[in-house]
């Protein structure tokens, strides 16, 4: 195991490090005050914000609606990679509002779809929404390991 390292980046940094990654988990807060954790998969939109594709009637929608403050935890693919903890206000779209912008949510993750019209189709059947987290605040980018100073004591 390495020493821990931490980065702070600028925005741009930031998103840099965010955009390539579709790994978090989203922090909500529950109505008796606790935080509701839901692993999700994740992306950028072209203004910045993170984005989720989830349910109405799901805990997170539920609980965003109620209280919009946010966090999430952003993963690399690796469990042990580096990741970023960010921070801010979301906001829950339902549709129609919600078709366009989840169309960019799948380009942000995948790319281009063979038929949009299709996926558009099935977004509407299934009745998704898109959870949008504007970030405000964030964290270093981190890496797991021993404290600097520790190793060389062991």
């Known amino acids: ?48 914000r993170v984005v989720v ?16 403050r946010a966090s999430m935890c952003v993963l690399s693919e690796a469990f042990d990679g580096p990741w970023v903890q960010v921070e801010g206000t979301a906001e829950v779209l339902e549709l129609p509002e919600a078709l366009e912008p989840l169309v960019e949510y799948f380009r942000a993750i995948s790319g281009e779809h063979p038929d949009w019209q299709e996926y558009r189709e099935a977004m509407r ?7 949008r987290l504007t970030i405000e605040h964030w964290g270093p980018i981190a890496t797991g390991g021993f404290p600097p100073g520790q190793a060389a004591r062991d």
């Open 53 to 68: 594709a989830s349910y109405p009637e799901r805990a997170k929608a539920a609980n965003l609606r109620r209280d919009p």
């Open 1 to 48: 195991m390495g020493t821990a390292t931490t980065e702070h980046v600028d925005r741009e940094g930031l998103l840099a490090f965010v955009r390539p990654r579709h790994h978090g988990v989203l922090a909500t807060t529950r109505r008796d005050g606790r935080p509701q954790l839901s692993p999700v998969t994740m992306g950028v939109d072209d203004e910045g």
């Open 125 to 131: 059947r299934q009745g998704k929404c898109l959870l």
